[in-house]
């Protein structure tokens, strides 16, 4: 995957707003990776050698398949080719060194995605689809893309105002809560746990650290 932007949302479920402590967003939090991150639906998550506190959020992915720019909200579902899992691996260590969320966010090797691409002809309403997220067998977290603040057609038409998104751009909309860091007592990952991020119609992500 070599995607020109993959581009996140943070804080874009209520109840994971609520478990940071941090103010209710007014408009999506829109942080970036590098395609350097990403790594495929089988591939080891190669960077415990990085971080000792390493995260997991699982999330809905969106795949730009039509030049986007200043799309109104009503026709940004018409820009998209696709939906898709994807698990925000976060070297907390990393992000909480600096007010900047960039070197936990973006370490190579360290960001599964896949294991298809789906329609949303096949998907339904993208707004409507459980979430889970496993650890070791272990439910972490589990949500329904109902629960978002922010929409994807609206978060779709929110960057292109500032940001033209081209084909295979990738779009994370963000976690529900249930993050390893705000467990008591942190419950982060090792070498060995397998982590598995499924979506309702589009697929089952699952990866084991290394």
Not at 29 to 52: E, Q, R, T
Not at 91 to 108: E, I, M, S
Not at 121 to 133: E, I, K, R
Request: overall charge negative.
């Amino acid at each position: 995957m070599d995607p020109a932007k993959v581009l996140c949302v943070g804080l874009n479920y209520s109840d994971h707003v609520g478990e940071t402590g941090r103010e209710f967003p007014s408009h999506p939090d829109i942080f970036a990776k590098f395609a350097s991150s990403l790594i495929g639906p089988h591939d080891g998550i190669a960077c415990s050698d990085v971080s000792v506190n390493l995260d997991f959020e699982g999330e809905l992915a969106i795949v730009i398949g039509r030049n986007c720019r200043r799309v109104a909200e009503d026709d940004a579902l018409g820009h998209i080719a696709g939906l898709t899992v994807f698990n925000d691996i976060t070297a907390r260590d990393l992000q909480y060194r600096g007010t900047q969320w960039l070197a936990g966010k973006a370490v190579d090797g360290s960001t599964p995605c896949g294991p298809a691409l789906v329609t949303l002809d096949d998907v339904g309403d993208p707004q409507s689809l459980d979430l889970s997220t496993r650890v070791n067998g272990l439910q972490v977290q589990g949500s329904n893309t109902k629960n978002m603040i922010f929409p994807i057609a609206r978060i779709v038409s929110y960057i292109s105002q500032f940001l033209a998104l081209s084909p295979g751009d990738i779009i994370a909309t963000g976690t529900p809560e249930g993050i390893g860091a705000k467990r008591r007592p942190p419950v982060w990952l090792q070498p060995g746990d397998t982590v598995e991020v499924e979506i309702e119609k589009i697929g089952l992500l699952r990866n084991v650290v290394v």
